[in-house]
């Protein structure tokens, strides 16, 4: 497992933009092995993912972020980042950092081994 820290949370209106990062305690050499992703959790509802990045850069996002998330990561540096764009109030969530051993099809918890303490984005309207 690895220890991973968010920031860049906040509260933005309807439309606005926030950038999260993600920052891993581990050698970059060791960072490139993971799949790294993101995932968000909405007051009374269940955790899901946002989008996710393998170590070769391919990514993954979930339907209801398509075209408005951008995730990126440095494996040199061991950071990961989401850029958020046209949020909306239906984002409004704690949002987690989390890295697992491999990429596999989806965006789905039980892949993912190592969590952040999460970073919390408001959007109003």
């Known amino acids: 497992q690895v220890q991973l820290v968010e920031s860049g949370g906040g509260s933005v209106q309807t439309g606005g933009s926030l950038r999260l990062s993600c920052a891993a305690s581990?050698?970059?050499?060791?960072?490139?092995?993971?799949?790294m992703a993101w995932f968000r959790q909405a007051p009374g509802k269940e955790r899901e993912g946002v989008a996710r990045i393998a170590r070769d850069g391919r990514v993954a996002y979930a339907d209801s972020v398509k075209g408005r998330f951008t995730i990126t990561r440095d494996n040199a540096k061991a950071t990961m980042n989401l850029q958020m764009g046209s949020l909306k109030p239906e984002d409004t969530a704690t949002y987690y950092c989390?890295?697992?051993?491999?990429?596999?099809?989806?965006?789905?918890?039980?892949?993912?081994?190592?969590w952040g303490q999460g970073t919390q984005v408001t959007v109003s309207s």
């Open positions: 989390a890295a697992g051993p491999v990429c596999l099809s989806g965006i789905r918890l039980a892949d993912y081994d190592s």
């Open positions: 581990t050698h970059p050499s060791t960072y490139g092995i993971y799949c």
